[in-house]
């Protein structure tokens, strides 16, 4: 029972599990004298005969903080496999009423959370889903990314929507409401807008916006070197249909010799550069 503990929970264990196992106290100090065990936290252990991973060293973190402490932000995000880049700071939220200060490489919330946005997973109190992808949205390190895979598999807008009324006011409230606001929008006319101020600031000159060709209307045309520029608002309001009409669309103006660049605002707000540099090469190239 003791090991299936350590191999389930990424090899630590709070003292109340190994008391639950059928150690003593004084058997888990034992441990802990032999070096077998390395002490985390008070009442948090790691058993030593295993590398300390990831999922380790954020498990030691949050459990360190009690009962009542969940992993939230960056750390709930990875957590629950919505990025791929573990955190090097673990953000914890405890209840509003708790002391202590934050461990080494931990950063604390108080607040009180609702139940409806903790959830349990993998034996670990994590933020639920919904609030988790708002949060680490706005996270430095996360990004609007985050949101824009989430809603393509893993959750609802409405569901976003919701977790934010739950927790309307607290730091980072305003910046998740306008996130949410272009993400109903799907942020098309806002990339559009956005496309067309970075050619100006980018002094790129030879673009007509709305250009027509071919029964079609191209957003951005640079019509002498025939470099066309289809803008995107978020992928999760791409629906199969509307992926094979922009397939159809782009194969037809290619076939009328237009080159055709595609950007989302994703790609807009964050890889402006990239895309300046890309719309370079196009119409230098032609």
Request: net charge positive; with cysteine.
């Amino acid at each position: 029972m003791l090991e299936d503990l350590l191999r389930r929970h990424d090899g630590v264990i709070t003292l109340a599990q190994a008391q639950r196992a059928g150690l003593s106290e004084f058997a888990v100090r034992r441990r802990v004298r032999s070096g077998q065990w390395r002490r985390c936290a008070l009442g948090v252990y790691f058993a030593d005969d295993r590398p300390f991973t990831a999922a380790a060293r954020i498990r030691a973190a949050v459990w360190g903080r009690g009962d009542r402490a969940t992993a939230s932000g960056l750390a709930a995000a990875w957590w629950l496999g919505l990025i791929a880049t573990t955190p090097d700071i673990v953000e914890i939220t405890v209840p509003r009423n708790s002391h202590g200060r934050a461990a080494r490489g931990t950063r604390l919330r108080r607040c009180d959370l609702a139940e409806v946005d903790i959830t349990e997973h993998r034996s670990l109190r994590v933020t639920a889903p919904p609030l988790t992808v708002i949060e680490a949205s706005i996270r430095p390190g996360g990004g609007p990314a985050i949101m824009d895979t989430a809603l393509q598999r893993r959750v609802e807008l409405i569901d976003l929507e919701r977790a934010h009324a739950r927790n309307v006011g607290r730091r980072g409230s305003t910046a998740i409401r306008r996130l949410l606001d272009t993400a109903a929008g799907g942020a098309r006319s806002e990339a559009e807008r956005l496309i067309i101020r970075l050619l100006r600031q980018a002094q790129i000159s030879g673009w007509t916006a709305n250009f027509a060709v071919g029964g079609y209307v191209i957003d951005i045309a640079f019509p002498h070197q025939r470099v066309a520029i289809e803008i995107d608002g978020w992928a999760f309001h791409s629906d199969q249909a509307t992926f094979q009409n922009d397939r159809v669309r782009q194969n037809r103006l290619a076939l009328q010799g237009w080159q055709v660049l595609r950007f989302t605002w994703l790609d807009l707000t964050q890889h402006p550069d990239r895309v300046l540099s890309q719309i370079r090469a196009a119409i230098s190239a032609r």
